[in-house]
């Protein structure tokens, strides 16, 4: 059986591990410091790190490889259009790897970077900074087009995909949301919940798809309720959802 829990980086970063509880064998995705899971490992002697699992460059995701794979035999698996520290597996589009026994499929995901990954086994993803809780990440590299067209992507999904992003931006993303959509009964309910998690230090993660299509605004572009704000907002129509979520993104970096 796989368990899955957050190790805390950094100030808002999860670096997930996920645990064979099987074979005792571990993999993570995106340590982006290696001392959160060097401790992990030193208080549970009797687990082996087999894999490490990288959805793209930036450093606060793959700043930790280096020195886990010297401590450790773990595989490093990244994209194989980007640069990443100590790499062996190099993974492009519809790639399929064995991780704990478990089939991931690569998705290519570019929009944050031009190189970023994700990784699917069914009911799970893991989406780096692509897909948030409640927003997605921003535009460093990629076009609005790319990025539009990989959520898409990553919200065609069965519904009950748990979503295990790789930052806490969940309350500041719903706050935006409830901006977009004012009227959205399900972002009130889920902003509401949220403030109280985070009120209590507890993590809003993982999300799943379904309640990321009712409260995602930029999962929601389609929606009349987010082209109109969006119209209502830029004096002006807003033509195809690809627009719509240029001009999301576009405010929701100032917002
Ligand atoms: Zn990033
Ligand atoms: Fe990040």
């Not at 990288?54 to 595989?75: P, S, Y």
């Not at 949301?177 to 004012?182: G, L, S």
């Amino acid at each position: 059986m796989i368990q899955i829990t957050a190790l805390c980086a950094f100030s808002d970063n999860y670096i997930w591990l996920l645990q064979d509880t099987d074979t005792r064998r571990c993999a993570v995705v995106d340590p982006g410091d290696a001392a959160p899971v060097q401790a992990w490992l030193a208080a549970h002697p009797d687990w082996v790190l087999s894999d490490i699992l990288i959805t793209h460059h930036h450093h606060d995701h793959v700043g930790g490889v280096q020195a886990l794979k010297n401590a450790t035999d773990a595989k490093v698996y990244g994209p194989a259009r980007e640069t990443i520290p100590a790499r062996e597996v190099a993974l492009v589009d519809n790639d399929r790897i064995n991780v704990l026994g478990l089939g991931f499929d690569v998705i290519d995901v570019p929009g944050h970077t031009s190189g970023h990954i994700a990784f699917y086994h069914q009911g799970m993803l893991f989406c780096g900074d692509t897909l948030f809780a409640a927003g997605c990440g921003r535009l460093f590299e990629g076009t609005p087009e790319q990025m539009h067209t990989s959520l898409t992507r990553l919200a065609s999904l069965p519904e009950d995909t748990q979503v295990y992003c790789a930052h806490e931006y969940t309350l500041s993303n719903l706050r935006f949301a409830a901006a977009v959509e004012p009227g959205n009964p399900d972002v009130a309910d889920r902003l509401a919940d949220v403030i109280q998690k985070r009120a209590a230090g507890t993590i809003t993660l993982p999300s799943n798809l379904a309640l990321e299509k009712l409260t995602n605004p930029f999962l929601r572009t389609g929606e009349t309720s987010v082209k109109e704000k969006l119209d209502e907002r830029a004096g002006a129509a807003n033509r195809s959802p690809s627009a719509v979520f240029a001009a999301l993104r576009a405010w929701k970096d100032t917002f």
